[in-house]
């Protein structure tokens, strides 16, 4: 009993001292704050909105040391002090919490857990590796003493701000003695999907982790190519992916996607590329009057008079609505019909005439349709206002014989 | 015995035989105004045959209420007509009942012993706003939508009342399926009886004390006394009107019918320059532009308590006008007459000009 007791006060005074010395300063920040050389105070200007002080993390969780020592003794090798880690102790360092699913668990109870098997996939790793001292660590990334979660808008690796970020070693002058190309910033940035995310804010388009990896970074592989713009354009890919172009591709060592659309400069596809002939995307690789440009062409024309028919059925769709008609069906079916078009563009990944032709058909169908209840809609106007001016008559006449009538009985 | 003869004899005719042989309406220099209440009367016809018509397809569910709207002007024949005719001849209606009611105050026919036709007849004009603002938000469109969430907003800051009145209408605290199922039955049930029964009172005080003859008029003894008879001579006149007036919904109805927008989304955007119906646009432009705050009163509770006042001064105008209709008392009423008519139709002006916005 005695025993029981004596251990419950030594606890008590353990769990009490452990709770005095979190509540007391921190005489690294104290220290680093007041010195002279900007170098050495910097770190604790940004620490302070760091996610890891929020969480109750100090500068000795990194640098080791015995925060609760007011002197620089605090810096004791003896006291686990290990200092500034090197570039390459940094994904290590990390990774000893980030990639410890129990210890990430007390911060997160569906922790993003980091893996340094992952990690050690990326060029930048494999370059650190080789001795390579200017490639991207963790801290290249998310920054160092202020870093915020990929959530928070400022942080470095928010959606919006990765192709700055990456933009930041990508560069002419920082890659000078790499062979690398470095104009995928500036290209991707007037891409289709630069001008979403960075311009419209749309944080569904791609940044550049969502094709290349983040922690495992790297270029897609030549067959992977397909695989990766697939993630988003599903249905393009699976077309593709059982196309008779693919396997063509495939024996030429051209990467799908790619060859006909770009990788980081890809632009808004128009129906422009659509032709073997000069211009066209097609020309790249099929000779005029090749079988590969009869083909496009048979397949251009229906899709041209689909197009046509489209914009006949929302202009006469539109008079009718000048004309103060009703046309809601008729634009639900305008609107199904833009989507066959939209259907035949994916379908075009097929390669394949005859299923092309099925959607282009489907789509002509459905265009028609909604000519049909344009054209009803403007002859509908019509007859409304011929049976408005007979109305008009036969109520002028009915006046007219009233008249008649009030002044017969009034004489 | 003729079936004539034998339907006379049940229904007592020949005592209905004898008023309208002896009803008189007096031929002056005004008598004009006169046609204005058949006129009122006819449209509200037209509305009760339309709305008939309408009930047959529309379904009052928040689900359901455009669609069915829809399918009666796209799928049914003459079924565009039917709406656009209701929903102009709704216009008219209260268009044709602020002429009658300016008409009488101006030509004093609330005097002795007309005082409850005036009342019955506030009561009925009232009644047709409510019709109008029930029946706007019965499409489920967009722009009723926000136009209805913007009118039961404006009701609930009436003081004491209001948030209990808010409800009321709403059926909740926003507006959902339920309110618009609320407004058909205000629209198709609740507002026809109030409304057959007050049109009841006021035709058969009409009936009763004979047309109201303007004290100017009335006064002047030189001038002599002319009238016609009610049938048929003046039923005949008021048939002129009533069909040119048919004439004018069929020539709105074909150029300008009513249009049916888009669905009422609760989740979107109130869309740009939203404004009640034309009717309710003065008050609508007077709460616009009063400030904020007016000797530390919000200025829309001002605002509304106004319009309450006004309403009530306006019913009571018999008990407070000179009796016999002249005099300075009777001068003064002329002119606030002339200036609620000016206020009324410069504030429904300045809506359509976007002033204050």
Known sequence: MRAALRFTLLAGL??????????????????????????????TQGFSHDIHAER?????????????????SAMDPDKGFKGAPTRAQIAPLCASCHANVAFMKRYNPRPYVFSMGEWQTSVHAKLAAQGDAKVATCTSCHGVHGIRPPRDPASPVFKTNVPRTCAKCHNADYMKGHAIRTDQFALYAKSVHGVALLEKGDVSAPACNDCHGNHGAAPPGLKDVAMVCGTCHG??????????????????????????????????????????????????????????????????ANFRELQGSLSTADSLLKLAEVRGMETGPGREGLKAAQDALVGVRAGLHSFDPKQIGAVLTEGAALSRKAMDYGREALRDWHNRRVGMALSLVVILILIGLVVAKIRQIEK | MSASDWLRDRLGLEALDHVIEKKRVPVHRHTFWYYWGGMTLFLFGVQVGTGILLVLYYRPSADEAYESVRFLMTQVSFGWLIRSIHSWSGNLLVGAAMIHMFSAFMLKSYRRPREVTWLTGMALFVLCLAFGFSGYLLPWNQLAFFATKVGTDIMSSVPLVG????????????????????????HVAILPLCMTALLGIHLFLVQWHGMSVPPGVEQDTAAPKREMKFVPAFLLRDLVGWLAALGALALLAALF?????????????????IKPEWYFGYMFQTLRMIPARVFGIEGELLGIVGFGLGALVWALVPFLDAPDGRGPRARVWNVIGVLAMVYVIIFTLLVYRGAGS
């Open chain 1, 235 to 300: 249905r393009e890919a699976e077309l593709f992916a059982g196309s008779r172009m693919k396997s063509g591709m495939d024996a030429l060592g051209k990467p799908g996607c790619v060859t006909c659309h770009g990788n980081h400069g890809v632009q808004q596809p128009t129906d422009a590329m659509l032709s073997a002939a000069a211009g066209g995307t097609c020309a790249g690789c099929h000779q005029p009057g090749s079988v590969a440009e009869q083909g496009t062409s048979a397949i251009v």
């Open chain 2, 163 to 186: 948030p209990f009145l808010g409800r009321l209408l709403r059926g909740g605290d926003q507006i959902t399926g339920g309110t618009l199922t609320r407004f058909f039955g205000f």
């Open chain 1, 14 to 43: 353990l769990l009490f001292g452990a709770t005095a010395a979190k509540a007391a300063k921190d005489s690294c920040v104290e220290c680093h704050r007041g010195l002279d050389e900007a170098r050495l105070r910097a770190p």
């Open chain 2, 257 to 273: 019918p009513w249009e049916l927008g888009l669905k009422a989304d609760p989740y979107a955007f109130a869309p740009a320059g």
């Open chain 1, 56 to 72: 109750g993390l100090s500068c000795a969780a990194c640098h080791g040391g015995d925060p609760a020592d007011p002197e620089p």
